[in-house]
């Protein structure tokens, strides 16, 4: 149980063929916020 203003989300692609993480973005709701005007 965090602050609301301090949550994280993670985007990531997964290669189902090789069967690993291909890229991954980690970033804060802010920044979420700021992106998707």
């Given at each position: ?9 993670l ?24 992106n998707?005007?």
């Amino acid at each position: 149980v965090g602050a609301k203003s301090r949550q994280r989300w993670l985007f990531y692609a997964y290669d189902r063929l090789r069967k690993t993480v291909v890229a991954h973005v980690l970033g804060s709701d802010a920044q979420w916020n700021e992106n998707s005007r």
